[in-house]
């Protein structure tokens, strides 16, 4: 399988400095863009790419957005062959916990970092497999033959509820929001097919592009920097980070 991978971290139109982050395997970005292929053909070749979405005062969501994505980066690589989705969720709920309660820990420290928090949302490529993990509001999109679909569900109380007429941006679970927390772990639903394409996003774009209006976009020639600069044009108001994976199978 080669991965084709685009993206980019940038602080949007609004905000004075810039609380997302992306990881791409090892290497984190921020206000910066990124192009590069990648190749997981073989079983022992795992690669992982996430967005952390970082909230706080006194700039600390961006510190609790680089704590998620270098921690959780730094365990990646420690995963051993052959483990089943059953001893991967386990794995990756401990882990959920530990990078937790070290960013409560680092707060309870710091007055300026009280507060502090990130989502997640991250696809892992491991075994000849593609899991996703989600904690928050930060989506996986699949498109597939000019068809979008939302493979991740938001942690947000209008999704929780049902209730439409709560606001989108209030999130009920986060790294660092309250004591617990709960992660979304599980394969990208069905076979993966050639050409599909993999959209990673904050809501940055989510918020300031529907998904009528992003299955258009990917529809386009250059979709990438038209996902960006369309976003910024209806307004850019949060930082925005755009993963973009094409497979080829």
Known sequence: MEL???AVCDKGCVRDHNEDMVLIGNDVIRDVGSQTIVNVEKEND????AIADGMGGHNAGEVASEIVLKKIAEKIIT??????EKELS???????REIHQYILNEGNKDIEKKGMGSTLIGVLFYNGMAYYINVGDSRLYRFRRGNLMQISRDHSLREMTGDKNVASNIIVNSFGGGEKIFVDFATIGGKLLNEDILLLCSDGLSDMLTDDEIE????????FNNLLTK??????VDNISIILIYLKL
């Open 4 to 6: 084709n991978i685009s």
């Open 216 to 223: 258009n976009i990917l529809n386009e020639k250059n979709p």
């Open 231 to 236: 976003s910024k044009n209806n307004g850019g």
């Open 90 to 96: 386990d794995i990756i709920s401990e882990w959920t």
């Open 46 to 49: 795992n690669f992982f790419v």
């Open 79 to 84: 995963l051993e062959l052959g483990l089943t």
